[in-house]
């Protein structure tokens, strides 16, 4: 995946989670968009731009969110390494355990920034809380259905689709 | 068999490779982070921050009008459909609020006479700004929002934020025209607070997964649940008399207080706009302005 791409993604991602997150319907979409933007990139199997990619989606949510620089970026950027790895070593497919995969993330993703806080600002650590679950479902629900419709052979359906209607 | 070994070499290279990369990145976060952690008691968080956050602003706030209008567009489509019910709903209502008027109006006048006391009490909220969220963070234990207001509309670090339901949280970093809040249900936030019906004193903290606790009430205490909560105004960062929330459950531990815990009254997953009151004389007082994110 190139820079350009890279960086595109992660606007994209940072739009979304503007979009959604000004709207009063916030609540039924709490999807992670730049997490999503992670995955994506480091279900291409590079692991240098995967951490680049998963610092820089936790620098623009440190920058805009949190009240210490840096403890999304150190959360994602191991993440990013995390699945990296696990697109290239593990051989396991399917929209579901895409999903599953960052529903995971997507917590270890709130431990990590529940320990930092604990650390350095003696914050409680709160991780399987209803908001964090039903986070982690809508992030994982949301790259199963990128990864569905990716996959998916739009092509041959299209064509079928055509091909009914001729006849 | 060559070519498998070949691919084995080539991503241990990779993964190598992206474990410097990592270490590195993972590195600079913690000298980030340390480099932070003794200031976090400074007055409006950091100066990057909040450059950041004005130079984030335009895009922000084109965003949320964006998000905003789509939001309209779709409650328009609803409310059309709903339109019929409403009216008899309305009809309904409009019959009971006619009979509550004849009420309110006897009570109006002595209202009036309380509130004339009131409006001489310092602490009471003024409000300075009414601002659009743009965006509800909630991650691990820290809730915070950021808001369409700052130092350009007279927002200042420590101003306490409200919606008509009920305290919000405070505002903790300023930028030229947005400004990040933290949240009460915040793991860090805590506000003197007041049980109104027996208007014993006590600390409420939030518990960062959405709910609030209130510390310090003696086991002596009659608080049951449904007792409102309202802020004390003893903290030099809330006003008085802003409700809270009510009274959830009432347990006794094994400590010498009670474990109360709070309903909050505002809506905070709903929360579109809110009202920015003016910060108490004693928060701008402070040497080196407000205190930091841990009241």
Redesign the interface.
């Known amino acids: 995946m190139t820079v350009g791409r890279i960086a595109l993604l992660l606007a994209a991602a940072t739009?979304l989670?503007?979009?959604?997150?000004?709207?009063?319907?916030?609540?039924a979409l709490?999807v992670d968009w730049l997490l999503v933007a992670t995955a994506v990139v480091a279900r291409s199997?590079?692991?240098?731009r995967?951490?680049?990619a998963g610092?820089a989606a936790?620098f623009i949510?440190d920058?805009?969110?949190?009240?210490?620089?840096?403890?999304?970026?150190?959360a994602k950027?191991?993440i990013g390494?995390g699945l990296?790895?696990i697109s290239?070593?593990i051989v396991f497919g399917g929209a579901l355990a895409v999903g599953a995969a960052l529903a995971a993330a997507s917590l270890a993703?709130?431990?990590i920034?529940?320990v930092?806080?604990f650390l350095?600002?003696?914050?409680?650590?709160?991780?399987a809380?209803?908001?964090?679950l039903w986070?982690a479902g809508a992030t994982g629900l949301t790259l199963a259905l990128l990864y569905s419709a990716e996959k998916f052979p739009w092509r041959e359906w299209w064509q079928k689709r055509r091909l009914r209607r001729l006849r | 068999m060559r070519t498998t070994s070949s691919r084995t070499e080539v991503i241990g290279g990779r993964s190598r490779r992206g474990g410097a990369v990592l270490a590195a990145v993972l590195a600079v976060c913690v000298l980030l982070l340390s480099a932070q952690a003794p200031a976090r008691n400074r007055a409006s968080g950091t100066v990057l921050q909040s450059w950041i956050l004005s130079a984030a602003a335009p895009l922000l706030s084109a965003l949320s009008w964006i998000s905003r209008g789509v939001t309209s567009a779709a409650d328009s489509v609803s409310e059309v459909f709903s339109a019929r019910k409403d009216n008899v709903a309305l009809r309904t209502t409009l019959a009971s609020r006619e009979e509550e008027l004849f009420r309110l109006r006897a009570e109006l006048a002595q209202r009036q006479r309380e509130e004339t006391l009131a409006a001489s009490a310092p602490s009471l909220p003024s409000v300075t700004v009414m601002a659009p969220v743009l965006l509800l963070e909630r991650r691990s234990g820290f809730q915070s929002v950021l808001i369409g207001a700052g130092s350009t509309r007279g927002v200042v670090a420590g101003s306490p934020i409200a919606v008509p339901e009920g305290l919000v949280g405070r505002v903790v970093t300023v930028g030229r025209t947005v400004s990040r809040a933290q949240l009460l249900l915040d793991g860090l936030a805590a506000a003197g607070a007041r049980i109104v019906r027996t208007g014993e004193l006590g600390v409420v903290r939030g518990d960062g997964s959405g709910a609030m606790r209130l510390n310090n009430i003696p086991r002596t205490s009659t608080v049951k649940a449904g007792d409102a909560i309202e802020s004390a105004g003893i903290d030099g960062i809330y006003p008085r008399g802003v409700p809270i929330g009510q009274v959830d459950a009432v347990s006794r531990g094994s400590s010498l207080f009670l474990e109360v815990r709070v309903k909050p009254s505002a809506p905070f997953s709903r929360l579109a706009d809110v009202l920015v009151l003016a910060p108490s004389p004693a928060a701008i007082e402070t040497p080196g302005g407000p205190r930091g994110e841990r009241p």
Request: without cysteine; glycine residues 10%; aromatic residues 10%.
């Open positions: 739009a989670e503007f979009l959604v997150g000004s709207s009063r319907y916030r609540a709490p199997g590079d692991f240098t995967a951490v680049l610092a936790g949510e920058a805009l969110s949190q009240q210490m620089f840096g403890m999304n970026a150190f950027a191991a390494y990296a790895i290239v070593r993703n709130d431990l920034v529940g930092l806080g350095l600002l003696q914050a409680p650590i709160v991780v809380s209803p908001d964090a986070r």
